[in-house]
T-cell receptor, first 111, second 114 residues
Framework: DAKTTQPPSMDCAEGRAANLPCNHS???????VYWYRQIHSQGPQYIIH???NNETNEMASLIITEDRKSSTLILPHATLRDTAVYYC????????????FGKGTLLTVNP | DTAVSQTPKYLVTQMGNDKSIKCEQN?????MYWYKQDSKKFLKIMFS???????INETVPNRFSPKSPDKAHLNLHINSLELGDSAVYFC?????????????FGEGSRLTVL
């Protein structure tokens, strides 16, 4: 599976949009981009995933560049409860489907 | 009603002991996983089972033995515990192997080996 690069930390003001970048320049055509987050001491939580098109759900939006080499997770109105480590993961399906977590980005939402 | 539940949540034990962590999912999923998160917070996959069959085994010492009595349960037994086994162990499930989608994680079991 392709590797990803994320900034180690970011800050965001409460109520503002949080834009979390991820580089995955070696992504291959059948690999999806997944985003998970881990709030302190809890299990990781799925946020969103996509292949080529931009995706939106009740939690966030995922913007994938046309060449698919990078993506941005957008939390439109960050709250204090969004403070967490956010993981960008690239993975394909198949019988050995698994997600390999990197170091992620610690997003701190400030009041 | 917890989707993926693990027991115990906390486990403190001495080196050399044998311990088990249990996991159950009520989502009707076919695939279950064990992940380990160490003190540096890296989250690494250990095992994956699809419908009671082992499909992923990621260079884990033989002291770790997963067992899946049915597709809703995946237990982790650890023999001869070592200090380095101290970590948080997360169980997860997904709809089916080979199908991309969401992993549902449990709340973790924090193992401390003294």
């Amino acid at each position: 599976d392709a590797k990803t690069t994320q900034p180690p930390s970011m800050d965001c003001a409460e109520g503002r949009a949080a834009n979390l970048p991820c580089n995955h320049s070696t992504i291959s055509g059948n690999e999806y981009v997944y985003w998970y987050r881990q709030i302190h001491s809890q299990g990781p939580q799925y946020i969103i995933h996509g292949l080529k098109n931009n995706e939106t759900n009740e939690m966030a939006s995922l913007i994938i560049t046309e060449d698919r080499k990078s993506s941005t997770l957008i939390l439109p109105h960050a709250t204090l409860r969004d403070t967490a480590v956010y993981y960008c993961i690239v993975s394909s399906g198949g019988s050995n489907y698994k997600l390999t977590f990197g170091k992620g980005t610690l997003l701190t939402v400030n009041p | 009603d917890t989707a993926v539940s693990q027991t115990p949540k906390y486990l403190v034990t001495q080196m050399g002991n044998d311990k088990s962590i249990k996991c159950e999912q009520n989502l009707g999923h076919d695939t279950m996983y064990w992940y380990k998160q160490d003190s540096k917070k890296f989250l690494k996959i250990m095992f994956s089972y699809n419908n009671k069959e082992l499909i992923i085994n990621e260079t884990v010492p033989n002291r770790f033995s997963p067992k899946s009595p049915d597709k809703a349960h995946l237990n982790l037994h650890i023999n001869s515990l070592e200090l380095g086994d101290s970590a948080v162990y997360f169980c997860a499930s997904s709809q089916a192997a080979g199908i991309t989608g969401e992993l549902f994680f449990g709340e973790g079991s924090r193992l401390t080996v003294l």
